[in-house]
Every structure is written in C-alpha cells, then in structure tokens.
C-alpha cells in the first residue's frame, strides 16, 4: 500500500537506431498526478493518448524521459520493474505457456525464494477467491478468455505489492463477461485494499470502477476528477464529449444577456439559464457571443408541437429496452442524439416515434454546459 | 441415383489416392536405398577380416571386429577424443552466444541495433575460407596450432558463432513480449527472463542450435587439417583418417578406415534419431507460430 505521485512526467520517443534520421514523438507531456494510499484511479482516453504508456512508466516498463514517479515517497526512475514491487495485469493476460495456472500463479513468490508450505497456502487462497482452484494443474490455453484473466489477476494478487496496475484488463472480453469481471475487480479492490491504477478506453469502465478519474487526450491530462465531477462539471469540450454515451450534443449558438439574466438562442429558440445554472453562469460572468452549447442526450426532452419546443425530425429510433435514443436532425440540418426513457411515454406517442415524423424537443436548462467557441473551455468550470 | 454416383466417385478418388501413394512410396524407398547403399557398404566393409585392402565385392566372406579392435589401438582414439571435446565445448559455447545474441537482437533497443545486424548480414555473405591465412598467423602465435590444435579450433569456431543469430532471433520475436514484460513485474531479472521464460518456449529452438553447433565442428575438415598441420596429436577424425587414405595406406587401412567412418557416425545419429522431432519444429515453428 503506497501513493503514488508523477511530477512533471514526460515520454519521447525517438528513432535511436542509427538507420534513420532522428524522429521525436512526445508520447506524454508534464503529467502531475498524486495518487493517495489507496485509491482506485483509473487513466481514459481514446487510442494513443498515452495513458498506456503512462501506467508503463510507472511499472518501469518504459524510461521516463523526463520528470520523477515516485512510489511511498521513493523516486522509482531508476529501479527495474522487480524492485519497484508492484504488479501488474497485462490486456493480452500475459500467462507463461508453458506453465500451469499454479506455476503461473507461483512463479513471483518462487523468485522470492518464499518457502513451497506458504506459496501453497497464498495460491489456493487466491485461486478459491477468484474461483480457478479447480484449474490450477492445467496449462493456460486449456482455459477460456474470462479464467485466462482470472489468473493473470491471481498472479498479481499473491503478491504483497504495493500498487496494483491494470492494463485495460477487461477489453479481451465479451461484453457480458466484461461486466461480470467489472464487478469482481470491484469486490477485489475491498479486499485487496491497495493502491489501484487502471487504465482503459471505455467511460463506463472508468465511471464504475474509479475513484478517480484521468481523461487523456494526445499525451496531455484533460481534466481529473470523481466520476460525478467530470460528468458533471466537464472541464472541457473534449471530457464533455467523452463521458457520457450517447455522447453530449453540441449545439453553436449565441449566448445573450438581458437584464442581468443570461439566455442562449439554439436554432431561434430562446431558453433562460436559470436555477444553479444560472448562478453559477453569473459568477463566473462570461462574455456574451458566440459559444457551444452542451446538452447530454438525457437533459433533452420531448414537448408537444407549440409549446415552443425546437422542431426537429426525427431520422433513427433506437429501441435500447428501458430507453429509446433517438436520432434527429433540426431544421438547419444539425443532428442531436436524444435519450427517453421508455416508461415516460405513452403508446401514442411510441406510435408517433417513426422515421420522418416531427417533433419537438426542450433543453433542460439546469444541467446545460457553456463552452467556449475557441479555447474550447467550460465557460464556468475550466 | 445420386447416392450410387457420390459412392462412385468417392471410390474413384480412393483408388486414385492409393495409386499415387503406391507411386510416392515406391520413388521414397528406391530413394532411400540409393542414398543408403554408401552407408551400407561402409558398415559391411567395416566387419570385413579376411583383408583389410579393397576388394571387388561388398559382402564380407569372413567377418569380424578385428577392424574396430585394430581401431582403438591406433591414434584414432585420440583424434575422436578430440573431436569430441571441440564438438562439444563448441556446441555448449555456441548455444550459450547465440541465444544470448538473439535474445538481445530480438528485445533490447540500442543505437546501431539494426546497423549491427546489417554489419553481420554481409559479413556472413565472405567465405571462412578467405581468412584462414590470418587464422593460421594468430592462432600460431598465441601457440594454438599443430598439437595445441584443440583450443585453438575451439576458438575459431565460436569466435564467429553470434552471427548465427538468424533463425533463433526469427524465433524468439514471435513471443510476445509482455510475457517478458510480466515476468520482469514478476521479479525476475532480465538472465531469469532468458532462462526460465524465453528458452523453455524456444525448445525446439535451443535443440536446433545446439544440434547445428554441434554437426559444424564435428564434420570440420579444411581449418582442422590446416591448423594441426600434419600433428597427429592435434588432429580430429575427418583429418586423421584422412591420412589414411593415400595410396601408401590406403591399402592397410581401408577396412579400418570403414570401421572409423561407422564409429564417427554413431553420436551423430544417435542425437538426431532423439531430437529430430524438435529440429524439424525448430526449423519450421519461428514461421508458422502466430
């Protein structure tokens, strides 16, 4: 059990191999992040953002360019991944073949020259909690996709480490299998009671399981926050876009103020920002002009024709189970993604939901998120 | 009506197969013996006591093993011995080079990496032969040659033995190398990575080098005759026996000679009889393990 703090944390790459003129690539730019005894934070973001190769760093799986990781306060640049005493989860579940779940499972506390009595008693402990004891003399490609990475995290459980790194674990799985693991790593994150960091591409992954959570985007640190925090309060266009599926509507519109009021003007319709909102949009007294209007396709909702709703039609119905997404385009030719749970409609208007018919739509003004137009920034949180 | 054509056909094409698997075996064993015959006649010519000159018949009208006897108590005994010592120190040293070089070629990332290997790639493409002259100067003076000629072909031998990084680097780069990356998580250091990940995956690639390493030294003529120069004591079999062949000898030592090619044989047999299901594993796993 350790923190974990990353200062000023930079990775470049850069052809070395004496054939080709140099090329640089900065993989990671100044990463600061404390990570507290612990805590479960987890690295997001799209392909090639660098939260791999951050976790890497880390391991000591990569050389830090430059900056210090330091692990329970001791700067770790210059130990090898065996005296940094972490362990790790690999995607690909990285088993030794040629070894059975138990060889597997044992091979760390056998290079610590543990005695057999006591790596017997820590295996079996961990295989009875990951429920693989009855697999424990086969050899790993006698097991399928879900015990593969059962074992990859009993191997890493064994251990007296002091963080826990996981390489986006789950993303070999099938989605039902994902969201089962999903929840034992949840259950083994009570159990282990160490510091975690995860790293993977999927929000929903990140939202469940973090504490934490750091949105990359091309090697640079987005926002970090609680799961509530960055889907509340998005720092910026890139994190409003990525938390949240459907993904949030962005909507070019003007931001007006009026008697000390602000309003916004999305397709000609004009709607007050009131309540919290609009405090906190007054505080923060951002000029008026041009800005994106956010709204998350749940913040939308279905009026009737002149109630002064945004007439839309409607292209694609999405029938999810609990909730229809629906896919509609304005007059102006912009598209939104709206999200209706299923119960808040009445037959007659399911019957209404066709491709081609009209209809109405209302922002709600309370959670709406204002950015703006250049710098990309939230207008109130950034 | 269908259903007696289909069987028709399926017959048809059963009876084809067996003809063309009559014709494939027929070419297979007349092949064999073809390349056999040679083998044959040595092993008979070996056992053969009534004389020891060459004779117009193969099959032995007196047969015995004074020949084998007559063998042991010649300086053969002292040029297989060191064959054996050069074939195997060669073999053990080699493997240890090559792995080792491979290993590093096929997971570490260093300046002129690829320079390096491109450096080796053309230098493999000169034949030995052109630096037996210098060979011969050094390994003289460092007082290697005539009967000190053992360590000094050892040395030759493994002395070029990392170019041969080729096929076992091949190999090695299709293990994927987060299992290296675990086991280093794991505690183990980068020998421990080579030894108790990496080779033990390589098994039939480790057999193939070492078989490789082995057979070079073992059948080696030309440096070995060049750098014992005519010293019995630092001669291996294939020179020694040699010898035996000119018109002076030939003729008091054929049978012998026989009977030392079947001895020369035996441990080379022997080892590809127990590892050739991993040499043709070796030979063709690096290309087709994904």
Redesign the interface.
Known sequence: MANVKLTNVKKIYSS????HKKDYVVAVHDFNLDIKDKEFVVFVGPSGCGKSTTLRMI???EDISDGTVEIDGEVVNDL???DRN???V???Y?????MTVYDNIA??LR??KMPEDEIYERVTNAAEILGITEYLMRKPRALSGGQRQRVAIG?AMV?DSKVFLMDEPLSNLDAKLRNQMRAEIILLRQKLNTTFVYVTHDQTEAMTLGDRIVIMKDGYIMQVGSPTEVFERPKNLFVAGFIGAPQMNFIECELTREGGEYFVKPFGVKFPVDGAKGQELKKANPSTGTIVLGVRPEHIVLTDAGQGGIPCTLEVNEMMGSEVHLHVYTEDGTRLVVRVPTMNLSQEQRDHLKQGNKVYLKFESKVMHFFNKETEQNLIYA | MSTNNSMKRSMGLKASARISNTIIYIVLIAMSFIWLIPFICIVLQSFRVESTWQVGYVIPQKWGLDNYVKLFHSDFTRWYLNTFIIAVVTALLQTVIVLCMSYTLSRFRFKMRKALMQFMLILGMFPGMLTMIILYRVLKDLGMTQANAVPGLILVYIASSGMGYYVSKGFFDTIPKSLDEAARVDGATRAQVLTKIILPLAKPIVIYTILTAFMAPWGDFVFARYISFGTSAGMNVAVGMYNWLNKDMINSWYTMFCAGGVIVAIPVTILFMCLQKYYVEGVTGGAVKG
Do not use: C, E, V, W
């Open positions: 070395n191999d004496g054939t391991a000591g799986l090898q991944p065996k972490i362990a790790m690999f995607q690909n990285a088993l030794y073949p040629h091979f760390s290079l610590q191997r251990r």
